[in-house]
């Protein structure tokens, strides 16, 4: 019911940037937390950063004053910001949002973009 499609994935150099969107749609639900992912090949699935649905923010160490996480809850969309992009930030980025449905919590996960960041 609930379909999360992502866009803004790509190719940069290191110390550019690119903007990330995660857009929920469907209808009967509720967002609550949106969270950004990254897996990177050899290494386990990386929480990036999350928002709630109060707006509190939190970021992984490596990329806290780079990344800003954003949601627009009228477009039912999350955005993350990346700046200066390092070669160790590529990896397939997922968004995720906890999204009450059926008067539950469930995981809903994008399918997941590349970013590319060459040195």
């Known amino acids: 019911q609930v379909q999360l499609v992502e866009s803004g994935g790509g190719l940069v150099q290191a110390g550019g940037s690119l903007r990330l969107s995660c857009k929920a749609s469907?209808?009967?639900?509720?967002?609550?937390?949106m969270n950004w992912y990254r897996q990177a090949p050899r290494k386990q699935r990386e929480l990036v950063a999350t928002v709630t649905s109060i707006g509190n923010i939190k970021y992984a160490d490596s990329v806290k004053g780079r990344f800003t996480i954003s949601r627009d809850n009228a477009k039912n969309t999350v955005y993350l910001q990346m700046n200066s992009l390092k070669p160790e930030d590529t990896a397939v980025y997922y968004c995720n949002a906890d999204i009450l449905i059926f008067g539950d919590i469930d995981d809903y996960w994008g399918q997941g973009t590349q970013v590319t960041v060459s040195s």
């Open positions: 469907g209808s009967g639900f509720y967002i609550n937390t």
